[in-house]
């Protein structure tokens, strides 16, 4: 879509969603609509691009795959996403730093900084779950290593994997959840006789060694402040800030939905989705950008998920590939069978590879969740000096 028509249609939602709450005129519909005859401003075109590149992104984002989407590779490629929009947001504070100075931008910009400086306290989590996430690839390497001999397979190394599952079985179940006896049971039925193991103090004794945030920080109310009174920009508002209103709006949108998106993934404190989102598919980059929420929430919905401490295709893989593990030790008899020790060998090969991709994608996608908390800081510096300058 040209910019030029997207400034015109674009105008015209915001005065509709205007009209929905107070009287507009037709004075502000001549200041938010650009006519087709006239040429773009330089700030125009610049804040049209901004939005063209947002849409490009997130339009690129949605166009994967069920079997990627929320796979490290994905969820990095979001990071990246996530960065280069901050970037393009940066240039534009920087441009335009007299008007952004000027009420009611100045107070817009400080409302976004707020938020910038909550979500580093969800990166600090999102980075803690990374941990964990290796604990449980270290747990898995455990396992492969007991079966890793030429040798038949005996009963030592089968009890040494069975205790290994079970350990990796209570640090998978989710925070949220762990108090609960009924998901202790249904983590723990493919167990068997070892259903004893997952004691209430074990799983407490887990968890003390899993977070280095605060016993009472929440990931869900964090999601919830950073979300808090985030409001699409009125008519009006466009006509008094240029419309530099909305690439400030659009950064919130998409902090929150990035935030969100982590939170969901990766295994942190008190997560939780349910967070009020919603952005007017008017907006070039709405669309998308509310298709992949609905997409990662139907994901949550699914049965295999609703008790997963993550929704990282990665952890779904590890439960899988655990459980089948497990139950097959369970099943087995001595002395085992050539039909048996093959199928064990096999779910050991599955495990191995998933173990492999764990130990080639954390560390890159630990690195961009790094990237972007020193981003994020850098920023909010960068722009409060700008906005001090000015004034």
Avoid at 20 to 28: E, L, Y
Avoid at 269 to 289: A, E, K, M, T, Y
């Amino acid at each position: 879509m040209p910019a030029t028509e997207y400034h015109r249609s674009f105008g015209r939602s915001l005065l509709n969603l205007r009209r929905d709450s107070v009287h507009s005129s037709d004075s502000a519909d001549s200041a938010t609509v650009t006519d087709g005859g006239n040429e773009l401003t330089q700030m125009e075109a610049e804040l049209d691009s901004f939005q063209r590149q947002v849409s490009e992104r997130f339009i690129d984002l949605n166009a994967s795959g069920s079997e990627d989407l929320l796979s490290l590779e994905w969820v990095g490629k979001l990071l990246d996403s996530f960065l280069c929009c901050q970037e393009e947001f940066r240039a534009i504070i920087f441009n335009h730093r007299s008007l952004i100075n000027k009420p009611p931008m100045d107070r817009l910009i400080a409302d976004y900084f707020d938020r910038s400086v909550k979500a580093l306290d969800v990166c600090n989590a999102i980075r803690d779950g990374v941990e964990q996430i290796r604990q449980w690839q270290k747990l898995i390497e455990i396992v492969i290593v007991a079966f890793n001999s030429k040798r038949p397979l005996g009963e030592g190394q089968f009890r040494r994997a069975r205790k290994t599952l079970i350990e990796l079985a209570i640090g998978m179940i989710d925070d949220k959840e762990s108090s609960s006896s009924s998901v202790s049971q249904h983590r723990n039925r493919s167990f068997g006789r070892n259903k004893d193991h997952l004691s209430h103090r074990s799983i407490g004794h887990f968890r003390s060694l899993s977070w280095s945030v605060s016993r009472s920080w929440s990931a869900s109310k964090q999601l919830q402040a950073i979300g808090n009174n985030l409001a699409t920009p009125r008519a009006s508002d466009v006509t008094a800030t240029n419309g530099l209103v909305v690439p400030v709006y659009t950064m919130n949108s998409i902090l929150l939905f990035v935030m969100w998106a982590l939170v969901a993934a990766i295994p942190c404190q008190d997560r939780g989705l349910q967070v009020h989102f919603n952005v007017p598919r008017n907006f070039l980059w709405g669309g998308s950008l509310m298709s992949l929420h609905d997409r990662i929430i139907e994901e949550s919905k699914k049965r295999e998920r609703k008790n997963s401490c993550g929704l990282l295709k990665e952890i779904n893989q590890i439960e899988r590939s655990s459980r089948l593990m497990s139950e097959l030790a369970d099943s087995v008899q001595f002395p085992l069978s050539e039909e048996k020790e093959t199928e064990v060998r096999e779910r050991v090969e599955e495990l191995a590879h998933l173990q492999e991709a764990l130990k080639n994608g954390l560390d890159p996608f630990e690195r961009k969740v790094r990237e972007v908390f020193h981003r994020i800081v850098r920023s909010r510096t960068e722009g409060l000096d700008s906005v001090g300058n000015a004034s």
